[in-house]
């Protein structure tokens, strides 16, 4: 008992980094949802348990995962995207040196890894 | 008591079915939610991108329209007769026409470029849109689907554990 109400009071003292304001809101759904699946082979041990772990929290757990990578990713991209395009509407916009589509692409990319080696793998 | 065995069913708490249905219920309210807040603000930002795309057409239709206007100046002082001192026919000077068409030409230049610029970006946009959502379609599958069924299951499994606490119970007060 005591160390159940630890475990809560640590629950409720998490607080997680804000990332971006499309992924925030999927923190605590998530991070609190995913505790409680996981800790049901406390209370519940049987063949249906693991079959409850393998069929819903662990194919939860990888479908939301790659969801949420998926808008971190998108909101890194669409952020470059629009930047790059605001520029373009400056009212000496292509007037100086050219960006190439390669560079274009660069400039999205970069973006993106940046965000995928700053990342925090373990939010989920 | 023995403990737990993979072959028997271990239930430390009754209402273990009855907690997991509702978190899961909540987990798909919310996030479907989220969902919502995510396709919102891509929209927002197609919105965006397509009324940069309109102003940059824009640009570039009224750089034509100068440079349709530039070279009417030029073809006018072109045409225009004009003579030197001693009234003798002579080229005439249309410097500064020629140095507005220039400046006409390169203008139009710089908007078609930015609009091609603004094209390419748009292709990568429908391009990251099209990724997103192949894992969008996932997410909501799950949510849609596979959760809602879960707690089916788990509906199922909790009338069952109830059904086995009351006939325990009809046993015990039978004796």
């Given at each position: 008992?005591?160390?159940?109400?630890?475990?809560?009071?640590?629950?409720?003292?998490?607080?997680?980094?804000?990332?971006?304001?499309?992924?925030?809101?999927?923190h605590d759904?998530?991070?609190?949802?995913?505790?409680?699946?996981?800790?049901?082979?406390?209370?519940?041990?049987?063949?249906?348990?693991?079959?409850?772990?393998?069929?819903?929290?662990?194919?939860?757990?990888?479908?939301?995962k790659?969801?949420?990578?998926?808008?971190?990713?998108?909101?890194?991209?669409?952020?470059?995207?629009?930047?790059?395009?605001q520029?373009?509407?400056?009212?000496?916009?292509?007037?100086?040196?050219?960006?190439?589509?390669?560079?274009?692409?660069m400039?999205?990319?970069?973006?993106v890894?940046?965000?995928?080696?700053?990342r925090?793998?373990?939010?989920? | 008591m023995?403990?737990?065995?993979?072959?028997?069913?271990?239930?430390?708490?009754?209402?273990?079915?009855?907690?997991?249905?509702?978190?899961?219920?909540?987990?798909?309210?919310?996030?479907?939610?989220?969902?919502?807040?995510?396709?919102?603000?891509?929209?927002?930002?197609?919105?965006?991108?397509?009324?940069?795309?309109?102003?940059?057409?824009?640009?570039?239709?009224?750089?034509?329209?100068?440079?349709?206007?530039?070279?009417?100046?030029?073809?006018?002082?072109?045409?225009?007769?004009?003579?030197?001192?001693?009234?003798?026919?002579?080229k005439?000077?249309?410097?500064?026409?020629?140095?507005?068409?220039?400046?006409?030409?390169?203008?139009?230049?710089?908007?078609?470029?930015?609009?091609?610029?603004m094209?390419?970006?748009l292709?990568?946009?429908?391009?990251?849109a099209?990724?997103?959502?192949?894992?969008?379609?996932n997410?909501?599958?799950?949510?849609?689907?596979?959760?809602?069924?879960?707690v089916?299951?788990?509906h199922?499994?909790?009338?069952?554990?109830?059904?086995?606490?009351?006939?325990?119970?009809?046993?015990?007060?039978e004796?």
């Amino acid at each position: 008992m005591a160390r159940s109400n630890t475990n809560n009071q640590q629950t409720q003292e998490h607080k997680f980094e804000s990332i971006n304001p499309l992924v925030d809101p999927f923190h605590d759904s998530c991070y609190y949802f995913f505790q409680e699946l996981n800790k049901v082979s406390e209370v519940w041990d049987d063949a249906a348990s693991e079959s409850f772990r393998h069929e819903v929290t662990v194919h939860s757990q990888n479908i939301t995962k790659n969801y949420v990578e998926g808008v971190l990713d998108i909101y890194e991209k669409y952020s470059v995207i629009l930047e790059q395009a605001q520029k373009l509407t400056k009212w000496n916009a292509g007037f100086g040196g050219w960006m190439s589509f390669l560079d274009l692409s660069m400039v999205v990319e970069r973006g993106v890894s940046r965000l995928f080696f700053n990342r925090d793998d373990h939010r989920l | 008591m023995a403990g737990p065995s993979r072959k028997d069913a271990y239930i430390g708490n009754p209402e273990i079915f009855i907690k997991l249905m509702g978190s899961i219920d909540t987990f798909i309210q919310q996030n479907n939610e989220n969902v919502r807040k995510v396709d919102d603000w891509m929209f927002d930002v197609e919105n965006e991108l397509q009324k940069i795309k309109e102003l940059l057409e824009q640009r570039v239709m009224d750089a034509h329209t100068k440079l349709q206007n530039a070279d009417f100046e030029l073809n006018m002082c072109r045409s225009m007769p004009s003579y030197d001192s001693e009234n003798r026919p002579q080229k005439p000077n249309c410097s500064s026409q020629e140095s507005a068409r220039l400046k006409a030409k390169r203008q139009l230049d710089v908007a078609q470029k930015n609009l091609n610029q603004m094209n390419e970006l748009l292709r990568y946009a429908q391009k990251f849109a099209r990724e997103y959502d192949d894992k969008k379609q996932n997410f909501v599958k799950l949510l849609d689907n596979k959760l809602p069924s879960s707690v089916s299951t788990l509906h199922k499994h909790h009338q069952i554990m109830q059904e086995y606490l009351n006939l325990n119970i009809n046993r015990n007060g039978e004796k």
